[in-house]
């Protein structure tokens, strides 16, 4: 038996979570200051959001074969902007996904990631994108935990109304 779960599902899901997310980062400003990494690359949650956003940006600039953006040029200490460029970014994400041919999204391209090639199909850096993001909500959550405050919600596959 064949089980799949499509980039659409999995697209609805990480949709539900950003939502769940923004509403609630707006209404408590202050944890996108919460600490995540310190000392690293993305000390905080606002610094670890900008991270999730641009890399799909990238990833997004890599499946058109296009030059890659550096920065978000944003913060990372204010909601709106930063989930505005997410939102942004996502509907980009999903013009390509419906773009997308079968045949192409199954080719062996080679992508460049830390001056490293990877052989990979489209099909596989775009869930890539959706598994990077996932795994970084889970990040946000432990650290807003940590910093003393309860995340939105049921954040599981299980609970999302984007799979049956």
């Known amino acids: 038996m064949l089980l799949q779960l499509s980039i659409d599902e999995l697209l609805k899901y990480s949709a539900e979570e950003r939502d769940k997310w ?27 959001i900008d991270h999730i ?7 997004l600039q ?42 192409e999204a199954d080719q062996i391209r080679t992508f460049e990631v830390r001056e490293q090639q990877w052989p990979m199909t489209p099909r596989k850096l775009l869930f890539h994108i959706l598994l990077h993001e996932i ?9 807003v935990r940590i910093a003393g405050l309860e995340p939105p919600g049921d954040h599981d596959l299980f609970f999302s109304r984007a799979v049956r």
């Open 53 to 59: 956003f641009l890399v799909e940006r990238r990833h």
């Open 62 to 103: 890599r499946l058109h074969g296009a030059p890659l953006s550096t920065t978000t040029g944003l913060t990372g200490l204010n909601v709106a902007p930063l989930f505005d460029y997410g939102a942004s970014v996502r509907r980009e994400l999903e013009q390509y996904v419906k773009s997308l041919d079968g045949d």
């Open 22 to 48: 923004r509403r609630w980062l707006a209404a408590n400003p202050a944890a996108l200051e919460a600490a995540v990494q310190p000392g690293e690359r993305h000390q905080t949650v606002g610094k670890l």
């Open 135 to 143: 795994r970084h909500w889970a990040q946000v959550a432990l650290a």
